[in-house]
């Protein structure tokens, strides 16, 4: 499976950007998405998961409130909704694909296997 992210760039704080996530294969509808975020210096962290059907998401507390995952599985895309921008919300988000998570493990990088190239965001204060 292939993840191509697209919809960052720049934002003034308070605004609000949707950042888009295609995978290449139908069988997208049967994995687990996120999207992680990685800013200069530190190590990728969660930010947003949604189970297959997309009645389950999670969120870090740092976005919860002001962020929303989405997935349309008729267009094999997943969604991150962002408003309420933050300077610190400024990183490189990547969208991520598992065929085989668990709930508990939906924060965890490491555990999947499928990568999208990263859209950059960057708010101004």
């Known amino acids: 499976v292939q993840l191509q992210a697209s919809g960052g760039g720049p934002v003034q704080a308070g605004g609000s950007l949707r950042l888009s996530c295609v995978a290449s294969?139908?069988?997208?509808?049967?994995?687990?998405m996120a999207w992680f975020r990685q800013a200069p210096g530190k190590e990728r962290e969660f930010v947003a998961g949604?189970?297959?059907?997309?009645?389950?998401?999670d969120y870090s507390d740092s976005v919860k409130g002001r962020f929303t995952i989405s997935r349309d599985t008729a267009k094999i895309t997943v969604y991150l909704q962002m408003n309420s921008l933050k300077p610190e919300d400024t990183a490189v988000y990547y969208c991520?694909?598992?065929?085989?998570?668990?709930?508990?493990?939906?924060?965890?990088?490491?555990?999947?296997?499928?990568w999208g190239q990263g859209t950059q965001v960057t708010v101004s204060s």
């Open positions: 949604i189970n297959l059907s997309g009645g389950a998401t």
């Open positions: 991520a694909a598992d065929s085989t998570l668990v709930r508990s493990s939906w924060s965890n990088p490491a555990a999947y296997d499928y």
């Open positions: 294969e139908r069988t997208f509808g049967r994995m687990v």
